[in-house]
């Protein structure tokens, strides 16, 4: 009760008089010592070293993003200083420059670049001021040869010199015009290359960044190790597989890295990165069910012609539709808490948190804020696998080589893009699901050209209705052929079917399949186990008839 009763003393002072009377003002320089990324956002943690006295202090962390969630401020700390964590706040500021230090480069960069231009721009100036002394040159000289000439006394040899030097002159301005030229045109592309990177590095809100406040109240002198976190967007993370299938040993090799992206307004300097599987904006709760109601449809009667034209010109109206919950926390805001006490280390590799699984990176990142993808290597594992084939002949007369495995990694196969391969080759990429732990996946790795299939209609016949008959016959006969050109037997799953009918007066009859399918579904899914030896050929006679009305036109036949 004291304590509490102390905070809303320090509250309640803060509200009646400045707080800078109230509480030491103390401007922290903080760094970013983690990040966690999410599939849609990232948590950032910062640390400020700081020296107190006994008192309230008013801690202040500046620069921080623009975009951060104000409700996701969470404010912890360890030290000697006997600390309790009274509040937290944010606010807007405006920086008089970009906060990111590769802008400022970026910007003086620029400005130098600019000052090489009007140089060029300088130089070709005093160029054309050559070119038309010359030009002046020649035309002085023309009119004074006329003079001569005019009066008797030409002299040709003093012509040939000053046209030997004013020609010799000009090649040489132009010939420096055309070099300052090419020298101007590489400059401005320069010029224009850093400004386009200089706005893609630029945050959303320009130069606005906020300023956090946290009060603390310090029940002695000591150190203390302020660490803030807080969560923002335009960052996310996805896994990227290599599969390699490796048939001789009964294996498929398993490559996973994340690719992380962020423009959220920092950079991600030398910092401790955890990828998460969790994605906070989801709703927390389960939706619920309505209940489902049968009635007669009645239409609603014709409105009038004034009422209808007055719907049609008036505007539709907006719905709001709110539900689920905002994932976001509040500041911590706790006096139990035990500030002493040291976090546990984070164990590197698989770190299971609540109902989701966290990839602890063994080595720091460097992610700038310009959106650019990053690679970084999470895990490589291998996993027993059973290789056969699957084919759909009458889709694709081509056999898959499949693989089975059982996911035995301490985490879940998430969703995610994966490149194929069997042994070296590429063979091309796919999505990979999400497979759970224990659960079994099923990976496709191509064509395989070694195992044959083909099928083909061998028979069609109609035959008319019998006597007083009233309905017609179509037979079908298909066959389809696998072969194994492998040196080592295959086992080989083939799916076919047979026709359904929607319609009483359509009959599917005289169904003859040899050898008997391994399975068949109510929908007319048959499917095939087979075993092939090496250079073995095996066959597959599926036949039918179909009955219908005599002249009718059959959909689907």
């Not at 008797?152 to 010799?168: H, L, N, Q, R």
């Not at 959106?371 to 081509?398: C, N």
Request: glycine letters at 6%.
């Amino acid at each position: 009760m004291k304590n509490i009763l102390r905070v809303l003393l320090v509250l309640g002072v803060c509200g009646l008089v400045p707080c800078s009377l109230a509480a030491d003002e103390v401007l922290a320089k903080s760094s970013m010592v983690s990040v966690t990324v999410f599939p849609d956002r990232a948590t950032v943690t910062r640390e400020a070293a700081l020296e107190l006295s006994p008192g309230v202090h008013s801690v202040i962390l500046e620069g921080l993003p623009a975009l951060l969630f104000p409700n996701s401020l969470r404010v912890t700390g360890k030290g000697t200083a006997a600390v309790k964590i009274l509040g937290i706040e944010s606010s807007s500021q405006f920086l008089e420059s970009p906060f990111l230090p590769e802008m400022k480069q970026l910007q003086a960069e620029i400005e130098a670049q600019e000052y090489e231009i009007s140089k060029i721009r300088d130089a070709l100036d005093v160029l054309d001021v050559n070119e038309n002394f010359l030009k002046s040159i020649a035309v002085g000289s023309s009119v004074r040869a006329s003079q001569e000439v005019a009066l008797g006394k030409p002299d040709p040899a003093s012509w040939d010199k000053t046209i030997v030097f004013v020609e010799t002159k000009l090649r040489e301005v132009k010939s420096a015009r055309l070099g300052q030229q090419r020298i101007l045109k590489e400059q401005e592309a320069k010029l224009d290359a850093l400004k386009k990177k200089l706005d893609s590095m630029k945050p959303q809100r320009g130069k606005e960044a906020k300023k956090v406040t946290t009060l603390l109240e310090a029940g002695k002198a000591g150190t203390f190790t302020l660490s803030l976190s807080y969560t923002v967007p335009n960052a996310r993370w996805a896994p990227l597989y290599t599969l390699r299938a490796l048939p001789d040993s009964s294996e498929i090799e398993m490559t996973m890295i994340g690719n992380i992206l962020q423009r959220s307004g920092e950079n991600w300097d030398d910092v401790k990165a955890l990828l998460s599987t969790a994605s906070p904006a989801m709703g927390t709760t389960p939706p619920e069910l309505s209940p489902w109601t049968l009635d007669i449809y009645v239409a609603p009667p014709p409105a009038p012609h004034a009422d209808r034209a007055k719907k049609a010109m008036a505007p539709r109206e907006e719905i709001a539709v709110t539900g689920g919950v905002v994932g976001g926390v509040t500041a911590a805001i706790s006096e139990e808490k035990d500030l002493e006490r040291e976090a546990e280390s984070a164990v590197a590799g698989i770190v299971e948190s609540g109902l989701h699984v966290n990839f602890d990176i063994k080595r720091n990142v460097q992610v700038p804020s310009d959106g650019t993808p990053h690679k970084v290597p999470i895990d490589s594992q291998r996993l027993k696998a059973k290789f056969d084939y699957f084919a759909v002949p009458k889709l694709r007369e081509a056999a898959f080589l499949r693989g089975k495995a059982k996911n035995t990694l301490a985490y879940p196969i998430l969703t995610g893009q994966a490149d194929l391969f069997i042994l070296q080759d590429f063979v091309g990429s796919a999505e990979l699901y999400f497979t759970a732990p224990e659960d079994e996946a099923k990976l496709y790795f191509g064509e395989d050209s070694q195992v044959g299939v083909k099928r083909e209609l061998v028979k069609q016949e109609k035959s008319g209705p019998a006597f007083l008959g009233k309905k017609d016959k179509m037979r079908f006969v298909y066959r389809i052929t696998i072969q194994n050109f492998r040196k080592n037997p295959v086992e080989i799953e083939v799916l076919d079917q047979l026709p359904l009918s929607r319609n009483t007066q359509v009959e599917v009859s005289n169904v003859s399949i040899t050898p008997g399918p391994s399975k068949k579904d109510e929908q007319g899914i048959l499917s095939w186990a087979l075993t092939l030896n090496p250079q073995e050929k095996k066959e597959i006679l599926i036949d039918y008839t179909v009955e219908f009305p005599k002249d009718a036109r059959i959909i689907g036949m």
